[in-house]
């Protein structure tokens, strides 16, 4: 079963500074995609970036990219110019391509993120 | 036009109580999910179901009964509630599980409280 981790529950950044965000996860599949999604306060999931394993360009979306490190397993998301509404809970997530019963993202715990005026 | 939309978005009940929560999705999928959310944000998948079929079952209670009457909906029924029972559901779609694009499009989510 893939696992994912993010071994930061909170953290804060200056308004328009940088912060990165980590995650790490398990899995014995060479082919794969993994997301960070981002709650906001009002409760909604919103989709930010998302990566296919077998890219091995990283993903950028705006102000937010991501480090994928497909050996160590790693995928780190950075924000730069980082905006008051930036705050949120920010979930990494995992989805086999293998499809069927294994067609579904596997969320880590979350990290909350507090941008600070 | 809400893509994936649930209601109630908030329910307030008593314990032994029996409720539903509906999920409906315009995005013509075959795939929809309901996920928990618990107090500390953790989010599980419960169910997926693809095309009105049960796909996935994660451990759930016998007290949690989905339903799918057709591809576009999929409404989630508890039984007997219990305190435990108070999360935050959320249901989403996906296009085809046979052939994964990658991301779940999620519904706003149904806060359920059990006193």
């Known amino acids: 079963a893939q696992t994912v981790t993010q071994s930061q529950p909170e953290m804060s950044v200056q308004e328009a500074e940088t912060v990165t965000l980590s995650c790490t996860y398990d899995?014995?599949?060479?082919?794969?995609?993994l997301f960070w999604y981002k709650q906001p306060p009002s409760r909604q999931m919103i989709l930010v970036i998302r990566?296919?394993?077998?890219?091995?360009q990283n993903a950028t979306e705006n102000r937010f990219s991501v480090n994928f490190q497909k050996a160590a397993k790693s995928f780190s998301l950075k924000i730069s110019d980082s905006q008051l509404g930036d705050t949120a809970m920010y979930f990494c997530?995992?989805?086999?391509?293998?499809?069927?019963?294994?067609?579904?993202?596997?969320f880590g715990k979350g990290t909350l993120l507090t941008v600070n005026p | 036009d809400t893509a994936v939309s649930q209601t109630p978005k908030y329910l307030v009940t008593q314990m032994g109580n029996d409720k539903s929560i509906k999920c409906e999705q315009n995005?013509?999928?075959?795939?929809m999910y309901w996920y928990k959310q618990d107090s500390k944000k953790f989010l599980k998948i419960m169910f997926s179901?693809?095309?009105?079929?049960?796909?996935i079952n994660e451990t759930v209670p016998n007290r949690f009964s989905p339903k799918s009457p057709d591809k576009a909906h999929l409404n989630l029924h508890i039984n007997s509630l219990e305190l435990g029972d108070s999360a935050v559901y959320f249901c989403?779609?996906?296009?085809?599980?046979?052939?994964?694009?990658?991301?779940?499009?999620f519904g706003e989510g149904s806060r359920l409280t059990v006193l």
């Open positions: 179901y693809n095309n009105k079929e049960l796909i």
């Open positions: 990566q296919e394993a077998y890219k091995q």
């Open positions: 995005l013509g999928h075959d795939t």
């Open positions: 997530a995992f989805m086999s391509n293998s499809g069927g019963s294994n067609y579904k993202l596997t």
């Open positions: 899995t014995s599949e060479n082919n794969y995609y």
């Open positions: 989403a779609s996906g296009p085809d599980m046979d052939l994964p694009t990658g991301e779940l499009f």
